[in-house]
Every structure is written in C-alpha cells, then in structure tokens.
Nanobody, 118 residues
C-alpha cells in the first residue's frame, strides 16, 4: 500500500503563492503518472495538473501559466507551485499517484485546504 501525505495548504490573499507537497511512502510501485486535483464546495473534483513518468505535463486551462507541477524522484515527492492565486482557486487539493505495478491502482492523499481571499 502506498501512502501519500500532503502539506503546504493555507490561507493567502489573492495574488499570493503557495507550494503544495505530496510525499509518498510505504510499498513500492511503478508510477505511471502523478497529479493534483481540487474540489470546491458543491463542485465536482477536477484535475488541476498532471505529470507522466516521462515528464510530460498538462494543466487545467484556468491555471496555465500560474501553476507548475514538479517532482523530486529521490524524495518520492510531487509538488504544485501555485502563483497569482485567485479566490476561485479556493478548494481542497488532493494529490494522486497512479501505479501500474505490481498492480494497477490509484492512491490519493488526504487533501489540503487552499483558500485565496479577495
């Protein structure tokens, strides 16, 4: 079993920055992709940013040029740098690792609250 622990959320004023971290521990798996999702109250969870094992990335249109996903393989950690935060970015942010070996499985972090005040 892979455990994911997130950190870095908080309250910032609009225009501010935060960096989220998601550290993996536990069982070894072959990671196919890593991603950050968010869910605002009353809304569905949506993909914010993702990175494949090859390093290719994709972003939600509304966060392009403001958010950056990155990883540190040595630390088994994925990051989300969020700049120029807007009130509409307010949500609970979740990381997800998708593994292909020893079995296909998705693992989720516990979520961290990000609030950007107007």
């Amino acid at each position: 079993q892979v455990q994911l622990v997130e950190s870095g959320g908080g309250l910032v004023q609009a225009g501010g920055s935060l960096r989220l971290s998601c550290a993996a521990s536990g069982s070894i798996c072959s990671i196919n992709s890593m991603g950050w999702y968010r869910q605002a109250p009353g809304k569905q969870r949506e993909l914010v940013a993702a990175m494949s094992i090859s390093g290719s990335t994709n972003y939600l249109d509304s966060v392009k040029d403001r958010f950056t996903i990155s990883r540190d393989n040595a630390k088994n950690t994925v990051y989300l740098q969020m700049n120029s935060l807007k009130p509409e970015d307010t949500a609970v942010y979740y990381c997800k690792f998708s593994c292909g070996w020893p079995k296909r499985a998705d693992y989720w972090g516990q979520g961290t609250q990000v609030t950007a005040s107007a």
